[in-house]
């Protein structure tokens, strides 16, 4: 039996073979450049530093987790650095600079917003949307400090009010 050719020279076998492989991409999360980037982050706990390198108003970005840990007036916090929308990394925004995925360990004093560079959804400085698409906050994430240390647990989900005390 010969096999019937589609529009532009495609057998019916090499069709079945693309729909496959590209229905295979979805489920997997998603073409290399596609809109959604499928971000995925870690969830084993990780050490983000010292105390001494956190100053209040102070974001670093762990790019390799997919978190961003600060710390404000009432202290240390983490929260998801992947956009609600569709998983792409967030990048900082602050007085017309950028802090992009790709600078991992990049640190910021916030004074803008984070911001998804697919769609242009905007965070706050506490992981809040401010602008859509995107219509859920950042999800936060357990901090703990012992002996001036700071660990992060993504596995744990917190409210985004909750903060570690430096001790």
């Not at 010969?2 to 997997?28: D, P, Q």
Request: aromatic fraction near 8%.
């Amino acid at each position: 039996m010969s096999e019937r050719r589609c529009e532009g020279g495609v057998n019916r076998r090499r069709f079945l073979e693309m729909v496959g492989v590209g229905t295979a991409m979805v489920v997997v999360g998603g073409a290399a450049g596609g809109c959604g980037g499928g971000y995925s982050m870690s969830t084993d706990p990780f050490s983000a530093g010292t105390v001494a390198e956190f100053p209040v108003g102070l974001y670093k970005l762990f790019s390799a987790q997919g978190v961003i840990v600060g710390r404000d007036a009432s202290g240390y916090f983490a929260f998801s650095a992947v956009c609600t929308h569709e998983g792409t990394e967030i990048e900082f925004q602050s007085s017309g600079s950028a802090c992009t995925p790709a600078a991992s360990g990049c640190t910021q004093s916030m004074t803008g917003s984070f911001r998804c560079p697919n769609h242009g959804a905007r965070f706050d400085g506490n992981g809040a949307v401010i602008l859509g698409p995107a219509t859920t906050d950042l999800q936060h994430f357990e901090v703990t400090v012992a002996s001036g240390e700071i660990t992060v647990k993504p596995a744990n989900g917190v409210t985004s009010s909750t903060r570690a005390a430096a001790v």
